[in-house]
């Protein structure tokens, strides 16, 4: 797909963060998006900032529910008789902690949002898509941690990204192998650290999903600042318009893996492949921070 213009594009998780800036970028390149995010007021901020800058609609939808997903398909098609573009890229992230004191709720909370929510935009989008005839594309957002090599303290987040990753793989190699027009990618958000609301998603977890028991306030991406300046370390942080971009441009390329500096992550998993070849733990947790 090069040409984005009237193409109709959904975004979920679209209304901050990247989700934000994958909407202002396909609407500059005169898309027609639909926003899909589970925050009312998030969502209507950004329809308000958008307003003039294209086709735009905004549904309330919580992805870990495969009913809200299959209403938000529905009133896309209704609206606009097609879905040329799918970003699934609704994410939440649990507290740091050694596995055996996470709680069951926080695999159940980021699992039914990261993986779940996942399966449910392909179901829901993916066999009209394919029905249709018309050339389109999946794009599911991953994670570096998981992905490519997990963080050992981020174990319920780092395996639900992992997950999407294989997710993409099979969706993309079966959509090719039933001769359909749908392509799919994997999308690595990279090039730096990234000002996002993952860092905040607590707010947004439901009453019947708390956390089971007490945990220390996670970090917000200003406490990663300061805690950094403390430290003498300069941080790289990436620009989310450009990175937004760039995702595009990738789909433009029929880039089945859209990464910032891919090649960093090639030798991070030969590494990885190395260490399994002598039988070892893939990677050297004594070299990976506590976050």
Not at 82 to 107: I, K, M, Q, R
Not at 154 to 174: G, W
Request: aromatic residues 6%; proline residues 4%.
């Amino acid at each position: 797909m090069q040409d984005f213009s009237g193409k109709v594009a959904v975004v979920t998780g679209g209304a901050s963060g990247i989700g934000r800036s994958l909407v202002k970028a396909l609407l500059a390149e005169g898309a027609k998006v639909a926003i899909a995010d589970v925050e009312q007021k998030a969502l209507d901020k950004v329809l308000d900032e958008f307003a003039e800058a294209g086709d735009l609609m905004g549904v309330v939808t919580d992805v870990s529910n495969p009913a809200s997903v299959s209403a938000l398909a529905d009133k896309v098609f209704d609206a606009h008789g097609a879905c040329h573009l799918l970003f699934n890229n609704a994410g939440v992230a649990a507290p740091s902690a050694n596995v055996w004191e996470t709680t069951v709720n926080d695999w159940k909370w980021v699992h039914s949002v990261n993986v779940h929510g996942i399966i449910h935009g392909v179901q829901a989008f993916v066999p009209r898509m394919i029905a249709s005839g018309e050339e389109g594309h999946v794009i599911n957002t991953s994670s570096g941690d998981g992905g490519i090599s997990p963080l050992p303290y981020q174990s319920v987040y780092a395996s639900s990204k992992a997950a999407v990753s294989c997710i993409s793989e099979c969706l993309a190699a079966q959509l090719q192998s039933e001769g359909t027009n749908i392509r799919a990618s994997v999308f690595y958000p990279s090039g730096g650290l990234l000002d996002t609301g993952i860092w905040t998603t607590d707010r947004n977890r439901p009453e019947d999903l708390a956390r089971e028991k007490p945990y220390d306030p996670v970090p917000t991406v200003q406490d990663f600042k300061v805690a950094a300046e403390k430290a003498g370390w300069e941080l790289d942080f990436q620009d989310l318009d450009e990175l937004a971009r760039y995702c595009l441009q990738g789909i433009r390329e029929q880039r089945f893996v859209i990464m910032i500096r891919v090649e960093e992550a090639e030798a991070t998993l030969k590494e990885r492949a190395a260490r399994i070849g002598r039988a070892e733990l893939p990677i050297d947790e004594a070299e990976i921070p506590k976050l």
